[in-house]
Nanobody
Framework: QVQLVESGGGLVQAGGSLRLSCAASERTFSSYAMGWVRQAPGKEREFVAGIRTASSITYVAEYANSVKGRFTISRDNAKSTVFLQMNSVKPEDTAVYYC????????????WGQGTQVTVSS
């Protein structure tokens, strides 16, 4: 059982930045694909970004079109942590953001964090 703990959510003004973190309990963290998925009120969960380890020093990342160029996903395998840097945020980015782990970069996901709320004010 992999445990994921997110942090870094909060209230931010449109155009601002926020950084989410997700710490994993799994010691073989580097072998998993990690992702961020969000769910806005009244909407289904949607893929935001995913990342997997390609080699000891390279990673592969993918993004939803809605966040491409504004959000950056990264990971620190030594600390079993994945990050989501959110820049130029928009009100439509308001959602609960979930960290997830699985075998594929866009899911499906095997384990989920508890979620962290991100609210963007206009």
């Amino acid at each position: 059982q992999v445990q994921l703990v997110e942090s870094g959510g909060g209230l931010v003004q449109a155009g601002g930045s926020l950084r989410l973190s997700c710490a994993a309990s799994e010691r073989t963290f580097s072998s998993y694909a990690m992702g961020w998925v969000r769910q806005a009120p009244g909407k289904e969960r949607e893929f935001v970004a995913g990342i997997r380890t390609a080699s000891s020093i390279t990673y592969v990342a993918e993004y939803a079109n809605s966040v491409k160029g504004r959000f950056t996903i990264s990971r620190d395998n030594a600390k079993s942590t994945v990050f989501l840097q959110m820049n130029s945020v928009k009100p439509e980015d308001t959602a609960v953001y979930y960290c997830a782990v699985g075998s594929r970069i866009r899911g499906p996901w095997d384990y989920w964090g508890q979620g962290t709320q991100v609210t963007v004010s206009s």
